[in-house]
């Protein structure tokens, strides 16, 4: 498919293609250094992460850097690390209830979530059982959604700059036509 349209300038958004130019975050290294900020600054010791089961390729780089994070730190990778949950509120919510089912069996003291709506369904379900948030988990979100700014608490989340990607990306399909 590439081959046959080799011909039409073309830019890819968000996933790097063979033969194409493209406009990717690096999300790897930004999930590296949120993790290592809350080991560091914040001193969290078990984190864990919330992720949805997924053939996404951001997905696997996320995950692969939360297990790199482990493992450069000595911190052994078990069942209990990661906690899954699809893309929604209520899936977090539901699987926080079910893992956690009250404020004694919380056992991490930071939460890494995949998106900023996983993020909100755990600061939720914590308000519901009487966890502080941030003072007794930290909770991080992906995506950097304006209401982020505007919860209580406010949501840390990393921001992969959507914007700043469309308009690199015009640029880049600009010069292709200039230049054929």
């Known amino acids: 498919l590439?081959?046959?349209?080799?011909?039409?300038?073309?830019v890819s958004i968000g996933a790097s293609i063979p033969g194409i130019s493209s406009v990717v975050s690096d999300s790897k290294a930004a999930f590296k250094d949120l993790l290592c900020h809350l080991a560091d600054f914040h001193k969290k010791k078990n984190i864990v992460l919330m992720?949805?089961?997924?053939?996404?390729?951001?997905?696997?780089?996320?995950?692969q850097a939360f297990e790199e994070f482990l493992t450069e730190r000595g911190i052994p990778m078990d069942d209990k690390k990661i906690i899954y949950a699809d893309y929604t509120y209520e899936e977090a919510r539901e699987n926080l209830r079910h893992i956690c089912p009250c404020k004694k069996d919380v056992y991490f003291d930071a939460i890494v979530t995949c998106s900023d709506d996983l993020a909100f369904g755990c600061i939720s379900y914590f308000r519901e059982i009487g966890i502080l948030v941030p003072d007794d988990v930290v909770v991080t979100g992906f995506d950097n959604q304006k209401r982020c700014l505007y919860s209580n608490p406010e949501l840390t989340s990393i921001d992969q700059r959507i914007d700043l990607q469309a308009y690199k990306a015009a640029e880049l399909l600009h010069k292709q036509f200039d230049n054929p």
Do not use: G, H
Not at 2 to 10: D, G, N, R, T
């Open 2 to 10: 590439v081959k046959e349209l080799a011909y039409l300038p073309l």
């Open 51 to 63: 992720m949805p089961v997924s053939t996404s390729v951001d997905i696997f780089v996320r995950r």
